[in-house]
């Protein structure tokens, strides 16, 4: 039984992978790196907003190595697909927004991204995020769907590893 279906991957797991040097950035590199080159769709979602979020350290630090890392990500990998940030995805956040009240721009992006691209779940370490309950559109007999947001610890990514070797 496949539990993690497709994931989004929220801006401070990026950062995570390419910077943590503890145990869930190497769990995080295994992940990646032990994904189906071939034969299967990405495990991995995220949105083209991460990558404003992502650079701001490497720009300011001036780290291009650090930089070219998430350009060589966001031009296309086989374990991650980048989605663009679209009126339907902007229109959904809002909807989201108008629902969650404490839900900044950003997050709501997020994940109405996640929601519109089918995520089953949404892993991030931002502990302001939380799950989302099913709702229904404001003004469209259309249901959003909730959304299972999960901490990228060593216990989630080593669930995540045993799929991923499957």
Same mark, same amino acid.
């Given at each position: ?58 720009? *300011? ?74 709702? *229904? ?30």
């Amino acid at each position: 039984m496949t539990v993690f279906e497709r994931i989004y991957l929220d801006a401070n797991v990026l950062i995570d992978l390419a910077q943590d040097q503890g145990p869930v950035g190497s769990l995080l590199q295994i992940i990646t790196d032990s994904h189906p080159q071939q034969g299967r769709e990405p495990l991995f979602i995220t949105s083209e907003l991460t990558f404003s979020e992502v650079l701001v350290h490497p720009y *300011r630090d001036r780290l291009e190595s650090l930089s070219k890392f998430y350009f060589q990500i966001r031009s296309g990998i086989y374990w991650l697909n980048v989605i663009p940030v679209t009126f339907a995805v902007l229109e959904r956040a809002a909807a989201l927004r108008a629902s969650f009240k404490s839900l900044r721009l950003p997050d709501a992006v997020h994940l109405s991204t996640s929601q519109l691209t089918s995520c089953s779940h949404f892993l991030t370490n931002d502990l302001g995020m939380s799950s989302v309950a099913e709702t *229904r559109h404001p003004f469209r007999d259309e249901s959003m769907p909730s959304i299972n947001v999960i901490r990228a610890n060593a216990d989630t990514l080593s669930s995540i590893l045993r799929e991923v070797a499957q």
